[in-house]
């Protein structure tokens, strides 16, 4: 029998979290589940995403696999939540990928596959819950990236530039969604390791780089957690959060414009 305290502002509320199969979108999917909340997990493999949310072992975790970067599977990954849930109060935009050539060697099709993975993914499934969120008055928290809010040495170009054009949207469009009193904010996380992540792989093969590159970027000096990109997200869900729209929130450890 689970137990959850009542008194959670975000009790039984149905939250859809897009790429939540790992890392950050799953802290966030399992933040909110653990919260009391009615959670949509989501990924493209559905396989490994069913065993996940069997692994939870709760009637209010359930598994709906799909790529967001189709519209048509957006619309028909946000029909199955409504079915379930009967509505969306939350939506997480998560999906996104960072893996890109070198800056100056970009084609057209790897600008197209950075835009669609983490531009579209959003745009696509917000579009298919806006009537549902407008009707909860809810709200929609994307996961951006540092690289969308400055340059940062070394990051892919076609990634960067998919990260501006997102805060870009979540910026402009608040006016529209607002309208229905519906917020939208994104968060931009740094860098941040879990199992299979970029930055486990490399701090694996050369923690000491690693660490020199922290100790000079950094304030904290440190790589951040998903469980810690999961807490911001959950109070921009919250109501203590009620006047923030249309905003990024950094998450960084202090990286961006910091000079040691």
Request: glycine share 8%; hydrophobic share 40%; charged share 20%.
């Amino acid at each position: 029998m689970e137990i959850f305290d009542l008194s959670e502002e975000l009790y039984d509320k149905s939250v859809l979290v897009t790429g939540s199969s790992r890392g950050i979108g799953r802290a966030i999917a399992e933040l909110f589940l653990a919260r009391g909340a009615k959670v949509a997990f989501n990924g493209r493999d559905a396989k490994y995403l069913s065993n996940l949310v069997e692994s939870l072992q709760t009637c209010r975790a359930i598994s709906v696999p799909g790529d967001v970067t189709c519209p048509d599977k957006a619309q028909l990954i946000v029909r199955q939540v409504i079915s379930k849930f009967s509505k969306i109060d939350i939506l997480v935009c998560n999906v996104g990928s960072g893996r890109s050539v070198l800056a100056g060697e970009e084609t057209y099709a790897d600008w197209l596959t950075s835009l669609h993975k983490n531009f579209f993914s959003i745009t696509n499934i917000v579009e298919s819950a806006k009537n549902s969120l407008t009707h909860s008055k809810g709200c929609i928290i994307c996961i951006s990236s540092i690289c969308g809010v400055e340059y940062v040495p070394g990051a892919p170009l076609t990634y960067s530039v998919a990260k501006s054009a997102l805060n870009t949207y979540v910026r402009g469009v608040s006016r529209s969604l607002g309208v229905h009193g519906v917020r939208i904010n994104a968060v931009a996380p740094g860098n941040i390791i879990f199992p299979g992540s970029t930055w486990d792989k490399k701090i694996n093969n050369n923690p000491d780089s690693v660490q020199n590159m922290l100790d000079h970027e950094v304030a904290l000096s440190r790589l951040g957690k998903p469980e810690e990109i999961a807490e911001v997200v959950y109070w921009l869900a919250s109501s203590s959060s009620s006047f923030c729209t249309g905003s990024i929130f950094v998450a960084d450890g202090g990286q961006i414009r910091c000079w040691k």
